[in-house]
């Protein structure tokens, strides 16, 4: 378990008891040094798993600390947002505690909010409703209340979006409304979960009697709130352990704040404290623009940064691309993204990061053009997507059928078998056309279908029950199977995770200092941002502008400041040639995923099929075959037939593609008959017959045929 640790990491490791504090930059395993430390400590018997709770920001990022614990063999730890573990605490207490269930977390604030505002005659635009709510939330997680609002907001320097007196009443009515409504929101979850402890002291106690020891992620983005939360599960105790980097205080607007790690020492005397510098993610090339960025930062965080060194051979330099428009930069990035993939870069080793999610658009359009698979990140939690809990209970289903009443099943191939599960539910080889739920959902499939891909491959005897509970398990560390796409990312949601390959576009002012970031501190937090996404890449990083956002407009941009002095001197033109005409990615994006829709091929000739009687064929109405049709439209009754009476979807008894080639083949007995693909022994005793009887033209239900006849 340590040998893959340096000395520092190792140090973290092993120093089980009393308060931990690593501070170290972007890279340098500390996400790394935590999981190992969980691991060590619950292999070595010196940690109880279930006494171990261990948080971070991001589902995301959870997901990712249960799989990493799990292959270290500590599967039994608890890897929580602070969020999903208040409200396990919460929802199991509350009947204790306060009576009753537990409230419906409300859904749409934004609604809740403008109501709240109609209440208080006060009409607010969208924007504006935005943004109230964002000052609600804030006030929340830095424990303010109405009537500070006006006061607090003035001393953190938030631009306020409306009269923060009106603010004040908004947020007051807010409140009510829960009320009357008897509903909770996101920041009440933990809220509460600080009063039950406050309050009830035998909750605290049953709490801490459970958890030992605490391990926080990315804790430079700790809120007030959360800290109070922390505080509270402690409970003077000190078996905490905290890593965090201040340069990545990405969360600041949200009310986090890097002072509690920056504060941890003089908190903790007795901590023991490790820096870590090197750097293991990324080439000397990628770490020295990292350290460049920083070194121009200013304010608090800054003071605190570290030289990275890195560990790696070197790699390419990074690139700097300007383009002349926003379509054509998103064209360049597909381009250059399909040139690493043939070049033998994994799609999920690529990401495009972006400031805001609105960007990504051009981006899906583009690279749907250049048939590159992406997914976009942001919605967490695979295993608890309606569409992936769905496709689990009837995988689970055709499981039991196949384990139960039909032996025949385990004929089939696990990945054939999913496929055909999946594809009543809308996977098909090919993605809908576009962006969109339609598209996410099968995007959700897609990726379960490679799961079960990954799985036969790795486990060639398995059964579709194997599969269905290697699911469950993986639901339960909620590890999502990774995504064969290029991923498209805010940088927000990029944090802590690592790609070989990243592309950070839209870097122009505006976007890169957002345009909103207008005081100091926040122009600082922008340039963090930029150095996270920057840190996020181990290998190969581009760096991209657009002088304009459509073709034929102004080129009014300019690049970011942010990478003044770094970017060579004269920007390299990725434009010209390809900036007449312009008619942009949107346009020939729309055509090509036209062009994709219709995923049924013409068999004989390969043409996309349309018609529906010519999909159910397979084939074009006028394209020759040897396929008995009249035989196949036969076998597609009896089949209907059959699954009505087993119970069981119709795919269960035979796939079409069997159904096709026994057409085809016209078997005149048994051995020819279990020759074709999809025919195994038990699926031979058990319909061989019948179907048999249906090739030779009797119809079904007759004798069965003893000898082979005459074809
Ligand atoms: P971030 O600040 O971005 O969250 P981090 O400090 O948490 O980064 P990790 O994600 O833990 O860094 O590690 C970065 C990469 O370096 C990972 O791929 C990790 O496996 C690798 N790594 C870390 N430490 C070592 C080591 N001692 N030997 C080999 N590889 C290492
Ligand atoms: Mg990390």
């Known amino acids: 378990m340590l040998d893959g640790l340096d000395p520092e990491q190792r140090e973290v490791a092993t120093a089980l008891h009393g308060p931990v504090c690593v501070l170290a930059g972007a890279g340098t395993g500390k996400t790394r040094a935590i999981t190992h430390r969980i691991a060590y400590g619950v292999r070595a018997g010196i940690l109880q798993p279930g006494s171990v709770l261990a948080v971070t920001f991001t589902a995301r990022a959870a997901g990712e600390m249960r799989g990493r614990l799990r292959q270290l063999g500590a ?18 207490f509350w009947p204790r505690a306060i009576g009753g269930d537990m409230p419906r977390l409300v859904e749409r604030k934004v609604q809740l909010v403008a109501e709240a505002g109609a209440r208080c005659r006060i009409r607010l635009d969208r924007n504006e409703l935005r943004d109230v709510t964002g000052e609600i ?59 039950v402890l406050q309050e009830r002291p035998d909750v605290a106690e049953t709490i801490r009697s459970q958890y030992q020891h605490f391990v926080v992620d990315e804790y430079q983005d700790v809120s007030p709130l959360q800290q109070r939360l922390l505080d509270l599960w402690l ?21 986090a704040t890097p002072d509690y790690l920056l504060g ?18 990324s080439t000397p090339q990628v770490v020295q623009l990292a350290n460049g960025l920083l070194s121009q930062a200013r304010g608090q965080a800054a003071q605190h940064r570290l030289e990275l060194i890195s560990q790696r051979e070197p790699g390419p330099e990074p690139a700097y691309t300007e383009y002349v428009d926003e379509p054509t930069e998103a064209e360049g990035t597909a381009r250059r993204i399909k040139e690493l993939i043939a070049g033998g870069v994994r799609p999920s080793e690529i990401a495009v990061l972006y400031r805001i999610n609105a960007q990504s658009e051009v981006y899906e359009q583009a690279l749907a053009d ?14 608890e997507r309606p569409e992936v809990r769905e496709a689990g209970l009837l995988l689970r289903g055709a499981a039991r059928a196949g384990a139960g009443s039909d032996p025949g099943l385990a004929d089939a191939e696990v990945p054939e078998h999913v496929r055909a599960v999946l594809g009543s539910r809308g996977w098909a080889p090919e993605p809908p056309a576009g962006s969109g739920a339609v598209r996410d959902r099968w995007e959700s499939l897609a990726a379960l279908v490679r799961l079960a891909d990954d799985f036969a491959l790795a486990r060639p005897e398995a059964t579709l029950s194997d599969l269905v509970a290697e699911l469950d398990e993986r639901a339960n560390a909620q590890h999502a199977p ?6 498209l990312a805010s940088l927000h949601a990029a944090k802590g995770l690592e790609w070989d390959a990243v592309f950070l576009v839209g870097l122009t002012e505006g976007m890169m200092p957002i345009t909103y970031a207008k005081t100091d501190e926040q122009v600082e937090e922008e340039r963090r941002l930029l150095y996270v996404g920057v840190t996020r890449a181990r290998f190969h990083l581009s760096l991209s502008w657009a002088l304009s956002r459509s073709p034929g407009g102004r080129a009014t941009r300019k690049p970011s400041r942010f990478l003044d002095g770094l970017r060579p001197g004269s920007a390299t033109r990725g434009t010209g040639n390809r900036s007449a005409g312009g008619t942009g990615g949107i346009e020939r994006g729309a055509a090509a995923a036209k062009r994709k829709r219709g995923p049924i091929r013409c068999r004989v000739c390969g043409r996309t099929l349309s018609e529906a009687g010519e999909i159910k064929l397979m084939r074009c109405e006028d394209c020759p075959s040897d396929l008995d049709e009249g035989l196949y439209e ?37 051995a020819e008959l279990s020759s074709i693909a999809g ?16 090739c030779t033209g009797a119809e079904p239900g007759d004798e069965p045929v003893a000898e082979e006849p005459e074809k």
Request: charged content about 25%; aromatic content about 10%.
């Open 235 to 255: 409970g003077g105790r000190d078996n905490i352990c905290v890593v965090g980097d201040a340069s990545q205080t990405i969360y600041s607007f949200t009310g």
């Open 634 to 670: 036969r076998l597609r009754d009896w089949r209907m037939e059959q699954a009505r009476e087993l119970g069981q979807p119709a795919y269960c008894v035979f796939t079409d593609k069997t159904l096709l080639a026994i057409a085809e083949v016209r078997p005149s007995g048994p």
């Open 370 to 383: 250049a048939g590159v698979p992406y997914q976009l990140r942001g919605a967490e939690r695979f295993f």
């Open 75 to 92: 599967g039994g730890v608890q890897a929580r947002t602070f969020h999903s573990a208040a409200l396990r605490q919460l929802q199991y």
């Open 482 to 487: 990774t995504v064969e796409g290029v991923t």
């Open 137 to 195: 939330e804030w006030c929340k997680v830095t424990q303010t209340v109405p009537e500070d609002y006006p006061a607090a907001a003035a001393k953190s320097g938030r631009e306020v979006p409306r009269d923060p007196a009106e603010i004040a009443k908004i947020y007051t009515a807010y409140e009510q409304l829960k009320r009357d409504r008897g509903v909770i929101d996101f920041e009440d979850v933990l809220l509460l979960t600080v009063g």
């Open 264 to 281: 941890f020492r003089s908190r903790h005397p007795e901590a023991t404290v490790v820096k870590l510098v090197r750097d293991y993610r």
């Open 679 to 694: 025919v195994g022994a038990r699926k031979l005793d058990k319909f061989g017959a019948e179907v048999l009887a249906l």
